[in-house]
């Protein structure tokens, strides 16, 4: 059964940082994409970052790329979420995911990826 597991979300002051780590289990972590994805209530769920395990491109959505670094542990089998400076506007519930196609293939498209975490709460509040 493969699992994707995610850890450290929680309520935040603004411009604080957190990381959120999703562990995989039950999938081969070779030639994988991984990525984050957020919703927000009302929102339709959104890219944050995407990246392969062997692909290094790595890609970010415009509100991510100077705040947030996706990073992988291979010794783990887990990826990352780095967030620096959070905003009101980051509160939502955040999401792993994997696919077995390469990065060009899947992007930052929600739909394509085929494997989820259960999403994990971050609320940026003063």
């Known amino acids: 059964e493969v699992q994707l597991v995610e850890s450290g979300g929680g309520l935040v002051q603004i411009g604080r940082s957190l990381r959120l780590s999703c562990a995989v289990s039950g999938l081969t972590f070779d030639d994988l994409t991984i990525a984050w994805f957020r919703q927000a209530p009302g929102r339709e769920r959104e890219g944050i970052s995407c990246?392969?395990?062997?692909?290094?491109?790595?890609y970010y959505a415009d509100f991510a790329r100077d705040r947030f670094t996706i990073s992988i542990d291979y010794a783990k089998k887990t990826f990352s979420l780095q967030m620096n400076n959070l905003k009101p506007e980051d509160t939502a519930v955040y999401f792993c995911?994997?696919?077995?196609?390469?990065?060009?293939?899947?992007?930052?498209?929600?739909?394509?990826?085929?494997?989820w975490g259960q999403g994990t709460q971050i609320t940026v509040s003063s």
């Open positions: 995911a994997a696919d077995r196609r390469r990065v060009l293939a899947v992007g930052l498209t929600s739909s394509k990826y085929e494997y």
């Open positions: 990246t392969g395990t062997d692909d290094k491109s790595t």
